[in-house]
Nanobody, 116 residues
Framework: QVQLVESGGGLVQPGGSLRLSCAAS????????IGWFRQAPGKEREGVAC????????YYADSVKGRFTISRDNAKNTVYLQMNSLKPEDTAVYYC?????????WGKGTLVTVSS
């Protein structure tokens, strides 16, 4: 059974850092693209970062480029999102997604609040 579980969210001051984790079970995530998305209150879900399965290439939304880093630990079957220099506009529920066999699998999300 494919499952994704996000963790690591919380309340942080502007300029602070958080590291989110996306723990996968039921499949080997090193064989699949994994994406991080976020949804702020009243806004649509948007893509933040992704990492490919083939060569581990990474891609970032312009709004987070230079501040966020996505990485993968195959031994732990986990994908991370290191978030630095956080801004209030980064406040959102963060989700990870894995498209497998024509279906999109999502975690339940973890809330990140950036506020002083």
């Amino acid at each position: 059974q494919v499952q994704l579980v996000e963790s690591g969210g919380g309340l942080v001051q502007p300029g602070g850092s958080l590291r989110l984790s996306c723990a996968a079970s039921g499949f080997n995530l090193d064989y699949y693209y994994i994406g991080w998305f976020r949804q702020a209150p009243g806004k649509e879900r948007e893509g933040v970062a992704c990492i490919t399965s083939s060569d581990g290439s990474t891609y970032y939304a312009d709004s987070v480029k230079g501040r966020f880093t996505i990485s993968r630990d195959n031994a732990k079957n986990t994908v991370y999102l290191q978030m630095n220099s956080l801004k209030p506009e980064d406040t959102a529920v963060y989700y990870c997604k894995a498209p497998i066999g024509g279906m999109d699998y999502w975690g339940k999300g973890t809330l990140v609040t950036v506020s002083s």
